[in-house]
């Protein structure tokens, strides 16, 4: 990665003064391989929210609605205002299932589904996104920022449906949020919409580096990415131990439902425990707004040390009367 | 530069999983210093078309008309469809005069005025934009890429006039084209919409700290500058000397129109000599599609060894016919 900057840098910087690729030509065709697919099914956006703010920008506007699922991403309904969309939601149930028919029949013109979910976690099987995308008429677009570490993705889909996009982002399996690289697969029709949309250099020459170095390192970034999934699990396993209910999560987070040591849960719990770890310079999200997060408090999967603390603190928090 | 750029990748790249400052906070005070202002004042792009669409996008649409001057920057009429908004065009005379009444009353609700002008060269005055100011009841950007070449520029007059917008670029004064980043000068109030409406994330960590190291270094392209000035002014000595004209530049390129040894000119002259360079790799920019350039070619200041090797294959094309 270091070397890969290095290089694109230059001698006393020298390289930075030509434009970069307009296209980024080298990373689409290295997208495109990774993914089995051709690089006119490509497109790479300065970050994955680039790309996400091309989709609105081409697929929405005052007369073609926008939808997504409820609760989801912020950036989705400020995307719409900006083109002057109706946003339809169409609400997650409590376990955060995917609600085909109400999604498939909503009368949007684009639909943005994140799976695996967040703040949940919780991910949509292949299978589930192949039956929505058969059925919902309009442009589907499922925002895989954390496909990375599910189990299942919708990518290989994109050659079966012509209106299904997956956008992906380089800031979190990668961990290059500092680098902003996103990118989406579709029909070249679509790619070739987006294209025209998009700034001439949306991509700059380090970025487009780094993300290509980011590739050529993959087993390095598949065995980052496992050590995740192993602690998420084991992570899992202690929210359980302590009869707690968390959400199945596909993603490089938990949502979790504390109860106090008597058994009590809910928002003034969350809270509660949320400020209690927070003393403790123990950083979680807590999402209060929204019914089906209020009594929740989403976990980011950290290194070992990070989650041993973690479970310290919980266990600390559940005796706090007891002598020490 | 190349000093920032390692320390902001840091060891092994680990600062690059780190998200970016959201707002480019300290790009933002360096870029309101060196000119004089508040932070409030300036916004950060990633290369000033990302500016120019999000003016574009907060301030045109299907019921607000954007403007230019004809010919200019070939992005405005992209952005402006994009928008589905109507583009107002005021052409220039054959001299590249500001034509002031024509663009007061144009009915724009954005007009974009590229000082100095490209492809011509011809820059406007800070009294001439202050007039322009006062007088059109829109949003006016003057942008200002080659601003840096140029005697005059309008960026102290965004304190004056509230819907004065200046827009800049690192790419080319900076030599940073490969880099992405462009500012903007306006009101807080225009500041504010365009925050609103950009990328959350529009500035990666290496294109920030580039900047800012550009800035840093401001005595080494203070020079630079004066040394594309004055080869310039060289230069456009060399084209009177041939007996042609040449568009007055405060630019970083001239806007010659050739003629040949007999003393002709137009489209024909104009593109032979074109090919004539191009057969020695000598670059030069040839608009033909437009009557104000079909004429003429743009050349580029280049070094002076660039520029002495343009002066001989001159000299030569104009004694083809001469034993040498």
């Known amino acids: 990665m270091v070397a890969a900057l290095q290089t694109e840098t230059g001698k006393d910087g020298a390289r930075l003064r030509l434009y970069p690729n307009p296209v980024s030509h080298t990373l ?3 997208l495109a391989k990774l993914h089995h697919t051709a690089p006119d099914r490509v497109i790479a956006g300065n970050g994955s929210d680039d790309i996400l703010n091309l989709l609105m ?7 073609r609605p926008a939808g997504m699922t409820t609760p989801s991403y912020s950036l989705y309904p400020i995307l719409a205002a900006l083109q002057g969309a109706k946003l339809i939601e169409a609400p997650f149930d409590r376990a955060f299932r995917l609600n085909l028919e109400a999604i498939a029949d909503c009368g949007a013109n684009i639909f943005f589904l994140t799976s695996p979910n967040a703040p949940s976690g919780v991910g949509f099987s292949t299978a589930q996104i192949a039956e929505l995308a058969r059925r919902f008429p309009g442009i589907l677009v499922v925002d895989e920022a954390y496909a ?5 993705n ?4 994109v050659a ?3 209106r299904l996009v997956v956008a992906r982002t380089f800031s979190k399996a990668f961990s ?4 902003r690289v996103g990118y989406a697969l579709a029909h070249p029709e679509i790619i070739a919409l987006l294209d025209r949309a998009r700034d001439s250099y949306n991509l700059d020459r380090l970025a487009q580096a780094a993300a290509l170095a980011a590739i050529e390192d993959m087993p390095y970034y598949d065995s980052t990415i496992a050590r995740v999934v192993r602690t998420r699990e084991a992570f899992l396993q202690k929210i359980h131990a302590l009869g707690w209910h968390a959400h199945p999560s596909q993603a490089n987070f938990v949502l979790v439902e504390p109860a106090d040591a008597d058994g009590r849960h809910g928002p003034d719990v969350a809270e ?3 400020k209690f770890l927070k003393r403790r310079k123990i950083l979680v999200r807590y999402f209060g707004k929204h019914p089906l ?3 929740a408090l989403r976990v980011t999967i950290g290194t070992d040390s990070d989650m041993a603390a973690l479970a310290a603190a919980l266990d600390q928090w559940l005796k706090p009367a007891l002598p020490r």
Chains 1, 2 share one sequence.
């Open 272 to 274: 509660a425990l949320f």
């Open 57 to 63: 920008r081409v697929f929405a506007g005052p007369e």
């Open 176 to 179: 290059l949020a500092g680098v």
């Open 160 to 162: 079966q449906f012509p």
């Open 154 to 157: 919708a990518a290989e889909l």
């Open 293 to 295: 997060t209020r009594a």
């Open 148 to 152: 990375a570490f599910a189990a299942e």
């Open 28 to 30: 689409r065709e290295a």
